[in-house]
């Protein structure tokens, strides 16, 4: 039986973030994502969780300031190493204040003056480093390609890309988060995609292409890969990562008609 939880900050955008945990539980969810929920106190946020009887799945890392085509996390810049270290730091803090098991890391975008190879050196170290501060947390390490339409430059853009990392880092901590979303612009074939990689992945995220809706609203056939998701063994959590075409409410008519699924 697949497990889905939704994204508070894709998902309920019509309500305030912190009205979105009520929202996603009265809709059926029993756990969240976020992407960063730094805007509020820790404790906060785990006020609002008990009260909707959530749980945190997972959550991004701080990666400070977002300049499209420009910046996009820090792990992969030679020089900013006490930067990324201070980040995972704040991240690991929230994490343990809101017992989430996983944690994920944005690798960055690559400066066109940058050698292709000392970015993966200096991706290599961060990881090692944030992976031996999560184990001591008892954290998941995550790491994920993103779609190079919307993220020109982006260091990770392939999954045997982030299999080599994964494989060059050599921590147990370190994991694979899935996304059609970006597999999907970037790869295609997401169902062979994902049966290639099940070994590394501890998450996955879902979203249609090219717009990022809601299944049944884009390219991506989840009539066919969610049954392949199930057939895996893969039992993780399935975030909804994505944009509701319309309000959030409406966006669930796909997980409803699921037979088997639940939220």
């Not at 039986?1 to 994204?7: G, I, P, R, S, W």
Request: charged share 25%; with cysteine.
């Amino acid at each position: 039986m697949l497990k889905f939880c939704a994204n508070l900050h894709f998902m309920y955008s019509e309500l305030p973030f912190l009205d979105r945990f009520a929202a996603a539980a009265a809709d059926g969810f029993t756990a969240i994502e976020m992407t960063y929920p730094y805007e509020f106190p820790a404790d906060q946020i785990r006020k609002h969780c008990n009260a909707a009887r959530m749980e945190v799945v997972s959550f991004n890392a701080p990666v400070g300031e977002i300049i499209p085509g420009i910046r996009r996390g820090v792990a992969v810049l030679p020089g900013f190493e006490e930067e990324y270290r201070s980040q995972i730091k704040q991240g690991l803090d929230y994490a343990r204040a809101l017992n989430s098991p996983c944690l994920l890391s944005l690798a960055g975008i690559v400066p066109a003056d940058l050698p292709l190879d000392r970015a993966r050196a200096t991706f290599i170290e961060n990881l090692r480093h944030a992976a031996d501060a999560c184990d001591k947390a008892d954290v998941t390490l995550l790491i994920e390609t993103n779609n190079l339409v919307e993220h020109p430059g982006y260091y990770l853009a392939r999954l045997e890309q982030a299999a080599d990392i994964i494989a060059a880092v050599g921590h147990p901590r370190l994991r694979l988060l899935f996304d059609t979303f970006h597999v999907g612009i970037n790869e295609g074939d997401v169902v062979d995609n994902f049966k290639r990689h099940l070994p590394l992945i501890d998450h996955v995220q879902i979203a249609n292409v090219p717009d990022r809706h809601e299944p049944g609203e884009g390219e991506l056939d989840f009539d066919a890969i969610f049954p392949a998701i199930e057939e895996s063994g893969y039992r993780g959590w399935i975030g909804c990562e994505y944009f509701p075409k319309n309000d959030t409410r409406s966006s669930l008519a796909w997980l409803k008609k699921r037979k088997g699924g639940t939220a």
